[in-house]
């Protein structure tokens, strides 16, 4: 969708959509780079996540956000992630939250970046750990495919 882009405080920041656009619906969905992101408009803060629940990859942009605690409930299995932080609200896997800024001329921008990979290596490690400590088969099962 867009292809504009800019350096800031060493992050890439990409332009994804129009404030007044995303008010509209208080949601949308775009394509940055290789990545299809959710956004999320709460109480006048912009929220980026992944637009595939980590379970089983169902659309998050069209589960049910709580306005009392910023909690998107996927609809397929009723897996609950904070937006603000990205963790699974009952175990299980987290959700990949993005950083995001809005311009004065009320742009939103998305730093779409993956995570370093040491980072990401040790994040699936935690997950997987937590994973075998719950003995949850289906979840080891993802944690490895990763």
Same mark, same amino acid.
């Given at each position: %969708? &867009? ?5 800031? +405080? ?9 404030? *007044?656009?995303? $008010? =509209?619906? #208080? ?8 990545? &299809? ?14 637009? $595939? ?9 069209? #589960? =049910? ?16 992630? +904070? ?7 009952? #175990?299980? *896997? ?8 809005? *311009? ?7 730093? =779409? ?6 980072? $990401? ?7 997987? *750990?937590?994973? %075998?400590? +719950? ?9 490895? =495919?990763?």
């Amino acid at each position: %969708m &867009q292809v504009s882009s800019e350096r800031e +405080d060493d992050k890439a920041w990409t332009r994804a959509i129009e404030l *007044d656009r995303l $008010r =509209a619906s #208080g949601r949308a969905t775009v394509k940055l780079a290789s990545s &299809q992101l959710a956004l999320f408009l709460h109480e006048g803060t912009v929220h980026a996540c992944n637009n $595939r629940c980590p379970h089983e990859g169902y659309p998050l942009v069209e #589960g =049910a956000l709580d306005a009392a605690s910023c909690v998107l409930t996927c609809h397929w299995h009723n897996w609950k992630f +904070d937006l603000k932080t990205g963790a699974n609200r009952y #175990g299980g *896997d987290s959700l990949r939250i993005y950083p995001v800024k809005v *311009d004065a001329a009320g742009v939103v921008w998305v730093d =779409a970046r993956e995570a370093p990979v040491h980072e $990401r290596v040790q994040q699936v490690l935690a997950q997987l *750990d937590a994973a %075998m400590a +719950d003995h949850d088969a289906p979840r080891i099962a993802r944690e490895l =495919a990763r």
